[in-house]
């Protein structure tokens, strides 16, 4: 019986050691995206992404990669018919783009390689609606005479060319209700100008003209 048991447990040990090497003989993933974020308008809602595979040739050429994401916020241009399945070269890799729809938000790609599911890799990405990248208002304390100008400089990235931006105050009068973005120095600009009679705090609002949801405010001090 003893002599029986010293030959099972070495086979026991021999057969977990095994299944050990079978669960680390997986091929590792590696996923680059070009940008942590797109925007939801022309020329500027495309991020490339490339996949690398490492390990056998059996594991990593000709490879399915599925990739689950939310496709309402975005899509993926593979290398497959597939929108959410790459297929790796004989080099073990795999390329697309990913595109942003036209809803904002935060996606969350991950990443698995087919028949290893273990192999995954989980990557983010971020859709953004344009942005005010700078709002200033030059001087923001000036005289109440209802004639001392401050001057008002709205950036927006990406470039908003022929769009509008809005803006309201809650003290002064402004020289516009909207002005149009036009380019300056490389930057996209709406100009502005202020002026009160009354003292108080102006707070100036500027909205982008089709993206009301984007929005900034500074405060000026008339005295």
Not at 117 to 135: C, G
Not at 141 to 168: K, R
Request: charged share 20%.
């Amino acid at each position: 019986m003893k002599k029986l048991i010293y030959l099972i447990i070495p086979m026991i040990m021999l057969f977990l050691v095994s299944c050990d090497s079978r669960n680390n003989d997986n091929p590792t993933i590696n996923v680059v995206i070009s940008k942590d974020k797109i925007y939801t308008i022309g020329n500027y809602e495309e991020a490339e992404v490339t996949i690398t595979l490492t390990g056998k040739d059996s594991q990593t050429k000709n490879a399915r990669v599925n990739v689950e994401y939310d496709h309402d916020l975005i899509t993926i241009m593979t290398n497959s018919a597939d929108i959410s399945t790459f297929i790796t070269d004989e080099y073990g890799q795999a390329t697309g783009t990913i595109i942003a729809k036209r809803v904002p938000g935060n996606v969350n790609l991950d990443f698995i390689v087919d028949k290893w599911h273990s192999s995954h890799q989980v990557k983010s990405i971020i859709v953004s609606d344009p942005e005010i990248i700078n709002f200033v208002v030059s001087p923001d304390t000036l005289h109440a005479d209802n004639q001392t100008l401050a001057n008002i400089a709205v950036e927006v990235y990406p470039p908003l060319l022929t769009n509008y931006c809005y803006f309201t105050t809650t003290l002064g009068t402004l020289t516009a209700d909207s002005t149009q973005f036009v380019s300056l120095n490389t930057k996209c600009v709406a100009n502005n100008s202020i002026k009160s009679l009354v003292p108080g705090r102006a707070y100036i609002t500027a909205k982008l003209k089709d993206y009301l949801n984007v929005s900034k405010t500074f405060e000026v001090l008339f005295n």
